[in-house]
């Protein structure tokens, strides 16, 4: 079955970076774009962007242009994002969500299960 | 970026009762390609419909999705207890993707 499994929890300074990690299984990992979503404490849902596994495009949200990275690690079928410069208002859940289609997008019908990042001093 | 306005806030309902969500969009959203999540508490969320109106594999037939444009619906035509929970609708015509608000369903 489908299954992805995220790093644990991690906290972290202000300014400082993180870097989460999203392992797939019982897929073909190159065939489906990863997104990312974060959920700040009692907030709604918020798309980071995506990336493609086979070419490793990516497409972020404006927002976080300059801070963040996506990467993958086909070998590993793994999925990488890494969010520098962090601040309080970055403490969230975050999430790595398969997309249902085959090479596009649609909706995510596969998600971690959450990595919590906390920001504090 | 297309901006979801998810109404209302909250909705109380009972078991049994029918539950009627909107999502409405401040563009109009490329070829219906809108999704409908359920998030319990504790959890992350699960995909419940796409394209406006397909449900995914496995989810009930008591959800349904309609509407085209701007204006989209989700409706639950007999709340079970497991339903009680929070729904967001997302559009993934154009990037950004983006969420709406949220629509928490509570027990009156």
């Known amino acids: 079955q489908v299954q992805l499994v995220q790093s644990g929890a991690e906290v972290k300074k202000p300014g400082a970076s993180v870097k989460v990690s999203c392992k797939a299984s019982g897929y073909t990992f190159t065939g489906h774009y990863v997104h990312w979503v974060r959920q700040a404490p009692g907030q709604g849902l918020e798309w980071m962007g995506r990336?493609?596994?086979?070419?490793?495009?990516?497409i972020y949200t404006q927002k976080f242009q300059g801070r963040v990275t996506m990467t993958r690690d086909t070998s590993i079928s793994t999925a990488y994002i890494e969010l520098s410069r962090l601040r309080s208002d970055d403490t969230a859940i975050y999430y790595c969500?398969?997309?249902?289609?085959?090479?596009?997008?649609?909706?995510?019908?596969?998600w971690g299960q959450g990595t919590l990042v906390t920001v504090s001093a | 970026e297309i901006v979801l306005t998810q109404s209302p806030g909250t909705l109380s309902l009972s078991p049994g009762e029918r539950a009627t969500l909107s999502c409405r969009a401040s563009?109009?959203?490329?070829?219906?390609?809108l999704a409908w999540y359920q998030q319990r508490p504790g959890q992350a969320p699960r995909l419940l419909i796409i394209d406006a109106s397909s449900r995914a594999t496995g989810i009930p037939d008591r959800f349904s999705g309609s509407g085209s444009g701007t204006d989209f619906t989700l409706t639950i035509s007999r709340l079970e207890p497991e339903d009680f929970a929070v729904y967001y609708c997302?559009?993934?015509?154009?990037?950004?993707?983006?969420f709406g608000g949220g629509t928490k369903v509570e027990i009156k």
């Open positions: 969500a398969r997309d249902l289609w085959v090479g596009g997008t649609s909706g995510h019908d596969s």
């Open positions: 563009q109009s959203v490329t070829s219906t390609y």
């Open positions: 990336i493609n596994p086979n070419s490793g495009g990516i």
């Open positions: 997302q559009h993934y015509g154009s990037s950004p993707l983006t």
